[in-house]
């Protein structure tokens, strides 16, 4: 998303991420990753929940795709620190519009397993084309 905000934005959509664990966590984060967009904190995991975003078990760490992520982001520079409150918890990516429209849901079936950004570029490109 940080790579990509600029086109969101000259779409004229606000990016925003939601993540787990503490204030210091979340600090220790943007840090890292450079975001500037805002990053909420959802301990209690309720906007996970409401979307249906599900929770891994220990077997995905065995899965092909999952020891293909963890290379991409080794290889990246990226490395995890310690592990939050929810570990297993999945995430995912979504492009939401005024007036409670979902226009772009995607949920993470495993660890690394990333919204791909061009799919949430083009349901925004949409949007702001029957919009504008």
């Known amino acids: 998303m940080r790579d990509h905000e600029d086109e969101f934005r000259s ?3 606000d990016v925003a991420a939601i993540g787990l664990g503490d204030r210091h966590y979340a600090e220790a984060f943007r840090e890292e990753t450079g975001i ?3 990053l909420f904190i959802d301990d209690d995991r309720l906007a996970y929940k409401a979307v249906g975003m599900g929770s891994a078990n220990l077997l995905h760490l065995l899965r092909k795709d999952n020891a293909k992520a ?3 982001a080794k290889k990246g520079g990226h490395s995890q620190h310690r592990l939050g409150k929810n570990p297993l ?3 995912g990516g979504l492009v939401l519009a005024p007036g409670d429209r979902d226009l772009y849901v995607y949920l993470s079936e495993t660890f ?3 919204a791909p950004i061009e799919d949430m570029l083009a349901s925004a490109r949409a949007e702001a084309s029957a919009v504008g």
């Open 11 to 13: 779409l004229d959509c």
């Open 36 to 38: 500037t967009f805002p």
């Open 70 to 72: 963890r290379h991409r």
């Open 89 to 91: 918890q999945l995430g």
């Open 112 to 114: 690394g397993d990333n």
